[in-house]
C-alpha cells in the first residue's frame, strides 16, 4: 500500500462510523463501476470500430458536414 493510502486510512479511521460506511460504500462502488466501464467498452471494441470506418467511409463520401459549435451558443 501506498504512503499515500495509508495516510487517508489514517484519517478516515477518525471518522464516525457511518462516515466510515458512507465513505467505504462509495469507493467500492467507483470501483464496480470502473471495473463496469472497462467490460463494457473491451466488449464494444469491434462495435465502435465499425461505426468509426462507416463515418471515415461517409466522410470521404462527401456525406458530412463541418460541425460549428460556437454558432450554437
Do not use: C, N, V, Y
Not at 467505504?24 to 469491434?46: G, N, P, T, V
Not at 462527401?62 to 450554437?72: A, E, I, K
Request: charged residues 30%.
Amino acid at each position: 500500500m501506498t504512503d499515500l493510502m495509508e495516510r487517508a486510512l489514517m484519517e478516515i479511521k477518525k471518522l464516525p462510523e457511518q462516515e466510515q460506511d458512507a465513505l467505504a460504500a462509495w469507493i467500492l462502488e467507483e470501483l464496480s463501476s470502473e471495473q463496469r466501464w472497462m467490460d463494457a467498452f473491451s466488449a464494444s471494441h469491434d462495435m465502435l470500430a465499425e461505426l468509426a470506418d462507416e463515418a471515415l467511409a461517409e466522410h470521404r463520401a462527401g456525406r458530412t458536414q463541418p460541425l460549428d459549435l460556437l454558432s450554437r451558443l
